[in-house]
């Protein structure tokens, strides 16, 4: 069965920080991975997929993925984090019959 | 317009009351979906329908009731919720086609909140 684990849980940093959120998939087709953005309130926007070719994808705000196949994995970078990043951060991956399979999501705060 | 809409965004009810929430997209997509959400978790998908047919129903309640009028719209009429069905409810849709055909637009949500 397709599954999507994000290792963190919660996140704290201090602005200017680099950040990695992990996340790895088990999913046997073809891959199509996304990075979703949930502000404090807000509703769920899309910060960056990867559908083929380049594996590493570069999305809004400064953030970026790399796609590594042989890991299953599809870590979230951004190298100097802002207060504003604050939010909760979901890992997706397409499964059958159009259907999202999401991560349990990390919540990042960022410490001003 | 590149945007999913969705009415109302705040909802209260009674355990006894008959509402509906209402998504729309003029994107052309051809697949949309509800979702429900609980404060700091992941989407749970509800149904999807594709080509304005439902495709999937995930053992959900039948005091949720979706409808697809036609192909921009998407109803769930609600009806003797319980409290534990409060929550944000969100639609989204998605091509059904091209390169991203798989990629899901959500909307802003309806927040709900069942008394």
């Known amino acids: 069965a397709q599954s999507v684990s994000q290792h963190n849980h919660h996140v704290i940093l201090s602005e200017a920080a680099s950040l990695e959120l992990g996340c790895n998939y088990s999913?046997?087709?073809?891959?199509?991975l996304f990075w979703y953005v949930q502000y404090p309130g807000q509703h769920l926007q899309l910060l960056l997929k990867?559908?083929?070719?380049?594996?590493l994808v570069k999305g809004i705000k400064g953030f970026e993925a790399e796609f590594i196949k042989s890991k299953f994995s599809f870590n979230l970078r951004k190298p100097s984090v802002q207060w504003s990043d604050t939010a909760e951060y979901f890992c997706a991956v397409n499964a059958e019959g159009g259907k999202l399979i999401f991560g349990q999501g990390t919540e990042l705060s960022v410490k001003p | 317009d590149t945007e999913v809409t969705q009415t109302p965004k705040h909802l209260v009810m009674g355990m006894t009351n008959k509402k509906s929430l209402k998504c729309e997209q003029h994107m052309g997509h051809r697949a949309m979906y509800w979702y429900k959400q609980k404060a700091k978790k992941p989407p749970e998908l509800m149904f999807v329908y594709s080509y304005e047919k439902l495709s999937i129903n995930e053992s959900v309640p039948s005091r949720f009731s979706p409808e697809c009028p036609n192909s921009s719209l998407l109803n769930l009429h609600l009806h003797a919720l319980q409290p534990e069905d409060s929550a944000l409810y969100l639609c989204?849709?998605?091509?059904?086609?091209?390169?991203?055909?798989?990629?899901?637009?959500f909307g802003p949500g309806t927040r709900l909140t069942v008394l």
């Open positions: 990867y559908f083929s070719g380049d594996p």
């Open positions: 999913y046997g087709g073809t891959v199509n």
């Open positions: 989204a849709s998605s091509p059904l086609g091209g390169v991203s055909y798989n990629e899901q637009f």
